[in-house]
C-alpha cells in the first residue's frame, strides 16, 4: 500500500512538474497597447460607428500614408474595433469593423486591412492576388509588415509605428502571403492570401 | 411654343442635376442567408457561392457575418476586376462591417459582391450603400 501512495506522490509531482514548465515555455498572447488620444467624430461617421459596433473609447492612433487609425471599444470587450479614416480634412471614414475574437491579434499578429486586387478566380487555388499596398494594425513587437511572393521571397515591406502600418501604392506583382516580422527579423505571423 | 420646349427642358435639366442619385442609403442584395461553395447558384451569374448587386456609384459594401469561416467583401469593375478584403471568424457576431471603395481602390461605377471564401459555410446579409 505504501508503494502505491509512492508512486501515485511520484507520478502526480511528475505532472505537476511537466504542466508547469509546459506554461512557462509557451508563448505569451500577443498584446496590443498603442498610444492614442480620445476621438470625436461628426454625427455620420458616429452612427457608422455605431452600426460597426463600437461602444466606447474612440481614439485615434496616429495619421500615416494618408490614413488615419482608430481603435476603439465593443460591447463584447476592448480593443476589438478598428476603423481606417481619410487623413484630409473633412475625409470620412474608409473602414470599420468590430471582432468578437478574444484576441484579434491571436492568430497572426496582424489585423490586415491591405486592399488586394485580382481575378477572384473560382478555383481559389489558381487566384491570382495583387496587394496593392500594406494597411493594418499590429500586436506590440511586430517591427515591419512584409509581402511575400509564390517564390516565398519577400518583395516589398513596411514599418509598424504605434502599432499601425501603411505603405504606399506597389507595382502589381502576385503575392501569396502578408507576414508579421518582429524586431530581430523573425516571423511571427502569416496571414495566406492564396489557398 | 419653341421657347417653352427649351424652358421646359431646361428645367428638367436642372432638377436632375440637383437630385443626384435616384437611391441614397443602405440595401441589402442577399441575406440573411448562407454563403458556401454552392450557395448561393443564382444570385451572380455565372459565379456560384457568389452574390453581387447591380452596378451602380456604390460608395461601400457592407456585411454582417454571424457565422462561418472566411468570406470575401469587395467591388467587381465592369471589366471583371476585383477589389476586395477578406474577413475571417474573428470578425463574426459583432455589427455590420463597412468598406468603402477608397479603401480598396475601387472605381466609382462598379458593383458590390460577398463570396464564400474558405472555411465553415457562413451566415451572412451583405448591403449596398450609396450617400
Given amino acids: ?43 455620420a461617421d458616429s452612427q457608422a460607428l455605431a452600426r460597426a459596433g463600437v461602444e466606447r473609447g474612440l481614439r485615434v492612433l496616429g495619421e500615416r500614408a494618408g490614413l488615419r487609425f482608430y481603435s476603439a471599444d465593443s460591447s463584447a470587450g476592448t480593443n476589438r474595433c478598428f476603423a481606417l479614416g481619410d487623413a484630409r480634412i473633412d475625409g470620412g471614414l474608409l473602414f470599420a469593423g468590430c471582432q ?7 492568430t497572426s499578429r496582424l489585423v490586415d486591412l491591405s486592399p488586394r486586387q485580382g481575378d477572384d478566380a473560382a478555383d481559389p487555388a489558381a487566384a491570382t492576388v495583387f496587394v496593392t499596398r500594406l494597411v493594418g494594425f ?35 506583382v502576385p503575392a501569396k502571403a502578408i507576414v508579421a516580422i518582429d524586431r530581430g527579423g523573425r516571423t511571427v505571423g502569416s496571414i495566406s492570401l492564396t489557398q | 411654343m419653341t421657347r417653352k420646349i427649351l424652358l421646359a427642358f431646361a428645367t428638367a435639366v436642372a432638377a436632375c442635376s440637383v437630385a443626384g442619385p435616384a437611391f441614397a442609403g443602405e440595401s441589402p442584395y442577399y441575406g440573411f442567408n448562407y454563403l458556401s461553395p454552392s450557395l448561393p447558384n443564382d444570385k451572380c451569374a455565372p459565379y456560384v457561392g ?24 469587395g467591388f467587381q469593375d465592369t471589366s471583371g476586376g476585383f477589389y476586395f478584403l477578406d474577413f475571417d471568424s474573428s470578425w463574426n457576431g459583432v455589427g455590420e462591417i463597412q468598406l468603402t471603395r477608397g479603401a480598396v481602390g475601387a472605381p466609382s461605377y462598379s458593383r458590390d459582391y460577398c463570396k ?8 451572412v446579409q451583405c448591403l449596398t450603400y450609396i450617400a
Avoid at chain 1, 2 to 29: D, M, Q, Y
Avoid at chain 1, 100 to 106: D, H, L, V
Fill in chain 1, 100 to 106: 468578437s475574437a478574444e484576441n484579434p491579434f491571436s
Fill in chain 2, 50 to 73: 457568389r452574390a453581387c448587386s447591380g452596378y451602380n456609384n456604390w460608395d461601400q459594401s457592407r456585411l454582417y457575418k454571424n457565422s462561418g469561416g472566411v468570406v470575401r467583401l
Fill in chain 2, 116 to 123: 464564400y471564401q474558405s472555411g465553415n459555410s457562413s451566415y
Fill in chain 1, 138 to 172: 499590429a500586436a506590440d513587437g511586430v517591427a515591419r509588415v512584409g509581402i511575400v511572393d509564390a517564390s516565398g521571397s519577400m518583395i516589398a515591406s513596411t514599418p509598424v509605428v504605434n502599432n499601425t502600418y501603411a505603405s504606399g501604392s506597389f507595382a502589381h
Fill in chain 1, 1 to 43: 500500500m505504501k508503494k502505491l501512495i509512492a508512486i501515485g506522490i511520484c507520478t502526480a509531482s511528475f505532472a505537476f512538474a511537466a504542466a508547469f514548465a509546459f506554461a512557462r515555455n509557451a508563448p505569451a498572447p500577443p498584446t496590443f497597447t498603442p498610444s492614442g488620444v480620445p476621438a470625436a467624430l461628426g454625427a
